[in-house]
C-alpha cells in the first residue's frame, strides 16, 4: 500500500469538499466542546459532593431577643438553662455523633469568611443580628428525620436546618445544567456524524472513476476506503483540537470565576480539564472514522 497516494488521496478529499469538511469540523467542534462542558460540569458537581459529604450538618438555630420566628416571640431570647438543657438532649440523641455551640461573634466570622467579597453586605450586618446555634454532626448523613422532628419546637429553638437539603437544591440545579448541555451536545454529535456521511458520499462520488479504475487492478475494500476513513478521521481531530481550546476557555474564565465561590479543594481541577479534553478528542475522532466507514459501505459502489 503506498503511503503517498493515500495521503494524496485524503488532500484531494479535504479540498474538493472544503465548504462541507469546515461544517464537518465546525459540528463536531461545538458537539465536543458542549459535550466537555457537561462532563466537566459532572465532575465538578463529583467534587463538590465529595467535599460536603463529611461535612453536612444540622444547624439549630437559638431564639434571639429579636428573633421573627413564631417559636421564638414573647420569649425574650433563649436562657442559659435552656441553651444547656438543649446541648444534653442533642447529645443524648444516637443518631449525633459531635455538637458544637456557636455564638453570635463567631457566627459573624465565618459569615465574613463566607461573604467577604461582598463588603457592602458585609458591612450592612452587625455581631448582633447573627444568631446563636448548635451545630449537629450525624453519624449518617442521610438519617436526619427524626433528630429534625425531636429538635423542632424545643424551648428556646428559633429554627432548625438540615445543609443536605439546601445542598441537594443546588446539586439538583446542576445536574440539570448538566444534562442540558449533554443534550445538546449529542444533538450536535448527531448531525456532525450526518454531515461527515454526507461528505464522505460526495467524495466518494466524485472520485467514482479513481475507484472503478482501482477495484478494476484489484485493490481491496480497505485500500480504497483509507482515504475516505482518514479525511473522516482528520476532520474530527480537528474539530476535537478546536474543542480542546474551548474547554480550556471555559476552565479559566468560568470554572475558575466559580472556584471563589467554593469552599476548599472543591472546584474543578487541571487533571480533570485534561482527562475531558482527552475523552470528547477520541469520541470526535471515532465518530468521524465510524461514520465515515458505515456511509461507505452503503454508499460507495464501485
Same mark, same amino acid.
Given at each position: ?31 465536543m466542546a458542549l459535550l466537555g462542558v457537561g462532563l466537566m460540569i459532572n465532575a465538578q458537581v463529583s ?72 463588603s457592602v453586605l458585609v458591612n450592612a450586618v452587625k455581631v448582633e443580628d447573627m444568631p446563636e446555634s ?30 443536605? %437539603?439546601? *445542598?441537594? !437544591? ?6 440539570? @445544567?448538566? $444534562?442540558?448541555?449533554? /443534550?445538546?451536545?449529542?444533538? +450536535? ?52 483540537v478546536v474543542a480542546a481550546s474551548m474547554l480550556i476557555v471555559a476552565k479559566v474564565f468560568l470554572f %475558575?470565576? *466559580?472556584? !471563589? ?6 472546584? @474543578?481541577? $487541571?487533571?480533570?480539564? /485534561?482527562?475531558?479534553?482527552? +475523552? ?23
Amino acid at each position: 500500500m503506498r503511503a503517498n497516494f493515500i495521503f494524496s488521496e485524503v488532500w484531494i478529499g479535504l479540498r474538493r469538499n472544503l465548504t462541507m469538511t469546515i461544517a464537518v469540523v465546525v459540528t463536531v467542534a461545538i458537539g465536543m466542546a458542549l459535550l466537555g462542558v457537561g462532563l466537566m460540569i459532572n465532575a465538578q458537581v463529583s467534587n463538590m459532593k465529595n467535599f460536603w459529604a463529611d461535612k453536612v450538618e444540622i444547624s439549630v438555630f437559638l431564639c434571639s431577643k429579636d428573633s421573627p420566628f413564631e417559636a421564638c416571640k414573647n420569649s425574650g431570647g433563649v436562657t442559659a438553662q435552656e441553651r444547656e438543657a438543649l446541648r444534653g438532649q442533642i447529645k443524648q440523641l444516637p443518631e449525633v455523633h459531635d455538637v458544637f455551640y456557636e455564638n453570635a461573634a463567631a457566627a459573624y466570622e465565618n459569615f465574613k469568611l463566607q461573604y467577604g467579597a461582598d463588603s457592602v453586605l458585609v458591612n450592612a450586618v452587625k455581631v448582633e443580628d447573627m444568631p446563636e446555634s448548635f451545630r449537629v454532626k450525624l453519624k449518617d448523613p442521610e438519617n436526619y428525620g427524626t433528630i429534625i422532628e425531636t429538635l423542632k419546637g424545643q424551648p428556646g429553638v428559633s429554627n432548625v436546618v438540615n445543609q443536605k %437539603e439546601i *445542598l441537594e !437544591q443546588f446539586f439538583g440545579l446542576l445536574e440539570r @445544567l448538566r $444534562w442540558a448541555a449533554l /443534550a445538546v451536545a449529542f444533538i +450536535l454529535v448527531f448531525a456532525a456524524i450526518l454531515l461527515i456521511g454526507n461528505t464522505v458520499r460526495l467524495s466518494a462520488y466524485n472520485r467514482r472513476r479513481e475507484t472503478g479504475i482501482m477495484r478494476l487492478v484489484g485493490a481491496s475494500n480497505l485500500y480504497i476506503q483509507l482515504p475516505f476513513v482518514m479525511e473522516g478521521m482528520i476532520a474530527g481531530l480537528v474539530g476535537g483540537v478546536v474543542a480542546a481550546s474551548m474547554l480550556i476557555v471555559a476552565k479559566v474564565f468560568l470554572f %475558575e470565576s *466559580l472556584a !471563589q465561590y467554593l469552599p476548599g479543594n472543591s472546584a @474543578l481541577g $487541571w487533571d480533570d480539564v /485534561a482527562s475531558v479534553i482527552l +475523552l470528547t478528542m477520541g469520541v470526535g475522532v471515532i465518530i468521524c472514522v465510524l461514520a465515515s466507514f458505515v456511509t461507505l459501505r452503503r454508499y460507495l459502489r464501485v
